[in-house]
């Protein structure tokens, strides 16, 4: 459990480092031509982990509104979009408190069904549990810090 | 053990596919402007999880020249590559044959030192085992998969 738990936590830090590193200015662009901007994915990453907090029982989704920006609608130059400082904080907060929620949880609690899956489903599909989506969770966010990353240089 | 697998295997597969699905001249294009070119992160793969053979005694790492063009030195477009159909297949043979060895391991197994850390360093650092191998490895292919999937519209 610890290795998996080191795993988010050292996947969060450096995408948090990368945040702290780019510019308002670099998170306008495109990762690359025709592709999702960093704000887009800023916003996607703190939506993505605010729908976690009561998938493992840490209480209620923040900050709803971003579901829609940027989860329904792919990115959208003419949409606008929340202050990158907004989301910054969001995204914080949001791994903040999940942080808070996993350092409390004991092993089995990883074993147990996450909120989106029925008591009945998870009777058939046992592997739906809240590791497994601590699991699918982290390569998301490694998918998106290789794209990230090539902000760095613009 | 079992989500951990099979989070590796359907990395390796949406990899398989991606790969599969990209032709030789899309593999020559760069990922992203400046950044690598497909068939250098083909390579690089491949030379990572070779890598990955005696590291979880699944025997003697293959195709050891790959590790001089594709993890010693960045990707030139001046350096001669190995054609692609040999990179397309020595992925595929490497990940098969971790397969074969993966299916063998007992759930202690993963919890043994990997061959790059002496008997010393892992009594002082046992979290240097085979599983922390197969984690990090796997958020790896997430990040390049990332980047990869860039070249789908190339």
């Known amino acids: 459990m610890k290795c998996l738990l080191d795993n988010w936590y050292s996947n969060v830090s450096r995408m948090d480092n990368l945040f702290d590193l780019l510019t308002d200015d670099q998170l306008q662009q495109q990762v690359s031509p025709g592709r999702n901007r960093g704000i887009y994915l800023l916003g996607h990453m703190a939506a993505v982990h605010s729908r976690l907090l009561p998938m493992v029982g840490a209480g209620d989704q923040l900050h709803t509104y ?81 794209q990230l990353i090539f902000l760095k240089s613009k």
């Open 66 to 146: 971003l579901d829609e920006i940027f989860l329904t609608n792919p990115d959208n130059v003419n949409t606008e979009m929340p202050a990158a400082a907004d989301l910054r904080k969001y995204w914080k907060e949001v791994n903040g408190k999940l942080a808070t929620h996993f350092s409390g949880m004991t092993a089995d609690d990883w074993f147990t069904k996450h909120s989106a899956v029925s008591a009945e489903d998870f009777a058939k599909e046992p592997h739906r549990n809240k590791l497994n989506l601590l699991i699918s969770r982290t390569t998301h966010m490694a998918y998106h810090f290789g």
